[in-house]
């Protein structure tokens, strides 16, 4: 299928309507598994970047107004265009990523994740957080080819980028079929891997890792070793001694497999 051979991308939920020959895994979305939309207005979502655990990433300052302007561009970016105005139709969050240069993928994950950690452990006294990648990432993620995600590193090292992200857009897909559906995807369309997750998870914990029904998202963007492994975020039930469900960062393997209740990210930036 080529990019323009469907009228719609998404369906009525914001989800990407499977692609004609796609070759790889697809399940059917498990919908109780999905991020809920629980901030609505643009000036609670505004002030996210004043919280706390967002300015241990910047000391970006950025007025209301400018925000707004930055954030309906985007919009109605989307919006205009046909293709793809669907997936307004799912959970989309703004996402104010801070300028960085990014020599090593892995380092800068490594520096977000901690603070995805502090972040959620805040919002969630009662919880724990374990990454089982704690100082084991640097020069050892790379960009998957195709993913577009390099557009995102490209621009945050000149300037803060005002993102939309669709965490329930690729519901049961597949990694790899996460990969492949983006051949037929418009070109203003990126996959998210860690930089972009990690900041919607600092700056709203009680979205991306709610409760037990939260999907796992899949950094599919990119490789963690090889191609054949990658990284997550997702939360576990209690273990003995904890008092709330627990989040985690960790490596993903298997990725030819498809759960219907793991999702991807799609990002729509400037």
Not at 27 to 32: D, G, L, R, T
Not at 130 to 137: A, E, F, I, K, S
Not at 151 to 173: C, E, Q, T, W
Request: charge should be neutral; charged fraction near 20%.
């Amino acid at each position: 299928m080529g990019t323009h051979e469907s009228v719609h991308l998404f369906d009525d939920m914001g989800r990407r309507i499977l692609p004609q020959g796609l070759l790889t895994a697809v399940h059917v979305p498990y919908n109780e598994y999905a991020v809920v939309q629980t901030v609505h207005t643009l000036v609670d979502h505004y002030q996210r970047i004043n919280a706390h655990h967002y300015e241990e990433i910047t000391d970006l300052t950025i007025s209301v107004n400018e925000y707004r302007e930055r954030y309906m561009n985007l919009w109605k970016g989307i919006e205009s265009t046909r293709e793809i105005a669907n997936i307004l139709k799912g959970v989309c969050i703004p996402l104010l990523i801070p300028k960085m240069a990014i020599e090593d993928y892995g380092k800068t994950a490594e520096f977000l994740v901690r603070i995805v950690q502090n972040a959620y452990l805040y919002k969630f006294p009662e919880r724990v957080f374990t990454n089982y990648c704690r100082n084991d990432l640097q020069g050892k993620v790379s960009v998957i080819p195709g993913s577009r995600h390099e557009r995102l590193i490209l621009k945050m090292a000149h300037d803060s980028v005002m993102a939309l992200y669709f965490p329930n857009a690729l519901l049961g897909y597949s990694p790899y079929a996460m990969e492949e559906q983006m051949k037929t995807l418009p070109q203003g369309l990126l996959l998210s891997g860690v930089i972009d997750t990690a900041i919607a998870w600092i700056m709203y914990p009680e979205m991306m890792g709610r409760t037990m029904y939260t999907p796992i998202h899949q950094c599919a963007a990119v490789a963690y070793l090889d191609t054949q492994h990658s990284l997550r975020f997702y939360v576990t039930a209690p273990v003995r001694g904890s008092k709330g469900i627990i989040g985690n960062f960790s490596s993903s393997y298997g990725l030819s497999v498809a759960r219907g209740h793991h999702s991807g990210g799609l990002l729509y930036i400037e």
